[in-house]
């Protein structure tokens, strides 16, 4: 009979960033998965593994960073806090001595993955920024209206004229305050009464929330000139 001889396993872990690795691996959970389940910093998590409690901030965010390990893990925390506070229970004695950590910021403690997050929140948030804005600029925006007729400043002997022109799509037109009716194609014409003189033609072009578009034109109308016939009257003397 053939005896395999097996070797012993390695003694069980002791330091708390042994067992922590050692959850770890036994729930098969990469550091990366870890860093992104807990938004803690992936550095942070290594240095929490290997003891190297020097690059982490104050115990009260390492206190966080174990709490929110081991709760990942379905582990108990309390534990856990607990064998960091026997391995640094002296770091609260020598902490008045040692230099003055420098001043953490909230960018520290955030993973890779909430920076992306973040990225991508921002991105999408400005995207909709700028589709608004280029909306409400289109849609506060003044139809473009353009003037066929009459020219700027026209001359008439005819006592009607015909105001035409053309405006961009969902835009109403209104010559002297009366309303014209648009083609397909966003054209008008209509025919406008003058009095004798100088008329004024007022095109107003606008859309619902939006600025008015606006043409002034001067007519001046007057008539053909009337052809006055003047009679001679003749003087006859009668001499007696």
């Keep these: ?17 042994q067992q922590l690795l050692a959850l770890r691996r036994t729930h098969s959970v990469s550091i990366d998965m870890l860093s992104r389940r807990t938004h803690i910093r992936k550095s942070y998590l290594e240095a929490l593994e290997k003891g190297q409690y020097e690059l982490l901030p104050d115990g009260l965010y390492i206190r966080k960073f174990i709490t929110a390990y081991a ?21 609260d004695l020598v902490a008045p001595h040692q230099a003055p ?48 007729a009459p020219l700027p400043y026209f001359e008439t002997q005819s006592g009607v004229l ?24 966003g054209s008008f ?17 606008k859309r619902p929330y939006s600025k008015s578009a606006e043409d002034t034109r001067y007519v001046d109308y007057q008539p053909s000139s009337t052809v ?5 009257h003749t003087t006859t003397l009668h001499v007696n």
């Excluded at 015909?162 to 194609?185: I, Q, W």
């Excluded at 209509?190 to 100088?198: N, S």
């Excluded at 006055?228 to 001679?232: E, Q």
């Design 189 to 205: 014409s209509v025919t406008v009464p003058l009095h004798l003189g100088v008329n004024k033609v007022h095109i107003i072009a």
């Design 71 to 91: 709760r990942e893990l379905g582990a108990d925390s309390t534990y856990f806090l607990e064998l960091y506070d026997e391995e640094c229970g002296i770091c």
């Design 1 to 17: 009979m053939v005896f395999v001889m097996r070797k012993l396993s390695d003694s069980a872990p002791e330091t708390l960033g």
């Design 228 to 232: 006055v016939n003047h009679f001679d």
């Design 101 to 148: 950590r420098q001043r953490q910021s909230i960018l520290q403690f955030l993973a890779v993955s909430q920076f992306r997050k973040m990225g991508a929140f921002f991105l999408i948030a400005t995207t909709m920024l700028i589709f608004l804005g280029v909306h409400i600029v289109r849609l506060t925006r003044a139809p473009e209206l353009i003037v066929y």
């Design 162 to 185: 015909t105001a035409s022109g053309r405006v961009s799509s969902e835009s109403e037109v209104f010559v002297n305050d009366d309303r014209a009716v648009l083609e397909e194609d």
